[in-house]
């Protein structure tokens, strides 16, 4: 079994920046992809952005491409998403999840799942 656990969020304005991380518990070698998604009130969940094992290949959301970076280090077995210009749209719940495949962006491709992390943008 592994254990997502997520950094905590925050509020920030609009054109700010703020980084998540999320460390994987024991058992971590058998993590291939891992990815963020993120949930609006009233929304489905989306996928945000996915990094493949070795960090080699990277997918994201046309909706936060060029503003967001995720990356990973697998030494601390930790993945990141660096959010910067931030906007009153990215307001949601975001979540850290972990996958068996070397690379996923569909969460029914994704196993294991974090609490989720709030992220609030004001304008």
């Known amino acids: 079994q592994v254990q997502l656990v997520e950094s905590e969020g925050g509020l920030v304005q609009a054109g700010g920046s703020l980084r998540l991380s999320c460390a994987a518990s024991?058992?971590?070698?058998?993590?291939?992809?891992m990815g963020w998604f993120r949930q609006a009130p009233g929304k489905d969940r989306e996928f945000v952005a996915t990094?493949?094992?070795?960090?080699?290949?990277?997918r994201y959301a046309d909706s936060v491409k060029g503003r967001f970076a995720i990356s990973r280090d697998n030494a601390k077995n930790t993945v990141y998403l660096q959010m910067n210009s931030l906007k009153p749209e990215d307001t949601a719940l975001y979540y850290c999840?972990?996958?068996?495949?070397?690379?996923?962006?569909?969460?029914?491709?994704?196993?294991?799942w974090g609490q989720g992390t709030q992220v609030t943008v004001s304008s």
């Open positions: 024991a058992r971590a070698f058998i993590i291939g992809a």
């Open positions: 990094i493949t094992w070795n960090g080699g290949n990277t």
């Open positions: 999840a972990a996958s068996y495949r070397d690379y996923a962006w569909m969460d029914l491709n994704y196993e294991y």
